[in-house]
């Protein structure tokens, strides 16, 4: 079933400028690139509604005011904060303002020819079960916008060399990014109590695993431990209980379908694996007070 043209789609760059960054501009609809400022960006919006693109996304925020919601975690960035959204990743932002730093979209395959094996392999932040926001240092961060400033040179550039060299570049952000990223994920885990990594454990196994298995128990039992103790560890390290986290990325993942696809409200609670359409109608009320077909006017 082809989208309808008035919801959003983001399989392609072109669109996601045109429909999210609200820029008019004729992009190829075929482009495998997009490098640029956050305040160039941003310029246009105040947030980004939840959405899946199927494209990396790599920004550093350098300064301003934005939240970020990447599956069941919402945090607000600080200057300095790197954050890598995987392609598909479910993401989102309720608050911009004020802005600047750099950012980039590509597409796996551009950067492919340049790899010996899967990206996530080579590049293990961009993994879904990866650290995705990482707060860098004053020098890191130098380094890493002077990566960027090379790329948006090279992609204002006219060259017959042109996507050989931005492949190179970009491949040279991952690189730095992953110096960095060992260091600072490693730091990072050594830093998190025993409680913070079971619930860390438990968020990446609801992020793979929400539209199949909602039980408490079942990811309990995945974790080897007793459902109570799951529950004890969740509440105290993020201040919601297991099934509120699990509830929490199932709506998100909902409001994306119902805004960026033309599937019926019975398709979607299908594929969110509800018993029925009534079923997930209720869902949905009782978060909003709306039903699916009202929300998805509003989305």
């Known amino acids: ?13 072109a669109k996601f400028e045109r429909v999210i960054n609200r820029d008019d501009k004729p992009y190829d609809i075929n482009m495998m690139v997009m490098p640029g400022t956050l305040e160039d960006k941003h310029k246009n919006c105040d947030s980004i509604p939840a959405l899946r693109r199927q494209f990396n996304l790599i920004y550093l925020l350098m300064s301003g005011e934005h939240d970020v919601k990447l599956n069941t975690d919402h945090a607000q960035l600080s200057p300095n ?9 479910l993401y989102a932002s309720d608050h911009i303002r004020n802005c600047k730093g750099y950012c980039i979209h590509f ?18 932040f ?19 916008q002077q990566s960027f400033k090379d790329i948006i040179a090279e992609h204002e550039r006219f060259s017959p060399e042109k996507d050989y060299v931005l492949r190179n570049y970009i491949l040279i952000l991952l690189h730095r ?15 998190k109590s025993r409680s913070e990594q079971l619930a860390s454990q438990f968020k990446h196994l609801v992020e793979k695993h929400f539209a199949n298995q909602r ?7 995945m974790l080897n431990i007793s459902s109570r ?4 560890v969740v509440s105290s390290s993020t201040g919601r209980t ?11 993942e909902a409001k994306a379908l119902l805004r960026s696809t033309d599937k019926t409200v019975t398709e979607i609670a299908h594929e969110l694996r509800f018993d029925d359409q009534s079923h997930f109608s209720h869902f949905i009320k009782k978060r909003t007070g709306s039903t699916p077909v009202e929300l998805r006017k509003m989305l």
Do not use: C
Request: charged share 20%; net charge negative.
């Open 1 to 13: 079933m082809k989208p309808q043209k008035d919801i959003l789609t983001i399989e392609t760059l």
């Open 81 to 89: 904060d790197l954050v890598i959204v995987p392609e598909n990743m």
């Open 107 to 124: 597409k796996t395959e551009f950067i492919q020819p340049l790899l010996s094996g899967p990206l996530g392999i080579e590049f293990p």
């Open 126 to 144: 961009l993994e879904f079960d990866a650290e995705h926001i990482i707060n860098i240092t004053a020098e890191e961060s130098l380094l890493i």
């Open 177 to 191: 990014i992953r110096e960095i990223y060992h260091h600072a994920a490693k730091t990072l885990n050594q830093n």
């Open 215 to 221: 039980s408490v128990w079942a990811y309990a039992k």
């Open 229 to 232: 103790h799951l529950s004890d």
């Open 242 to 252: 297991p099934l509120e986290i699990i509830h929490d990325i199932l709506f998100l």
